[in-house]
């Protein structure tokens, strides 16, 4: 009886460890392509606000013909949120700025609850952006809403503008991916199980 309670009570600590990870949700953020675009040598996008902490593991740019074959891309941390156009700010970093991207790009950004998120993209072959209009969204059920971003040149780093859902609702045609959470690394489990077994196998001799 003895040697049951002690070998109930490490499973119930491997349980509990267990459960009390974190796991990864997995989610999908897709604005379609409404039919409409622009602008011929300026750039739009949208930006977001982190409604929790969660990682950008690939991303798109959607067209009419499905998904785009040659489009430039950046990816921006904001430090506030942006004006009103026509006034405009630069306090923001650059991420990355991609070019001749073709499809669905694997990438790895991550951000944390509250920072701004910016996504600026342009196809090559219709020289404008692909806009949509889904601009209601959610991240792992945290409702979102992309809101408009504008740069009036193709040039990173240039000044920046948003302008209100309520006034004009096109945002990029941009989808990705994303995940939330932490998984454990299957060594640390590992280690952990073997860690209990061993002071199990102790508990047990001394017994």
Known sequence: ?????????FIGLLLAFTGSINIANAGVIDAAHNGNGCCGSSIRGYWFEAPKDFTIDSIWLNTSSGLSTSYRLEVLKLDATPPNFPSSTTNYSTLASFSNLSGIVDVDFSF??????????????????????????????SPITLARLLRQSLTPGGPISTEPTSANPNIGAIGFTYNSGSVPEPASLA?????????????KKKA
């Open 1 to 9: 009886m003895k040697k049951l309670k002690s070998l109930s009570f």
């Open 112 to 141: 944390l609850t509250n920072e701004i998120i910016g996504l600026l993209a342009w196809d090559d072959n219709l020289n404008m952006t692909p806009y949509s209009d889904d601009f209601a969204q959610n991240i792992d059920g």
């Open 191 to 203: 280690l952990f199980g073997l860690g209990l077994a061993g002071i199990y196998s102790s508990r």
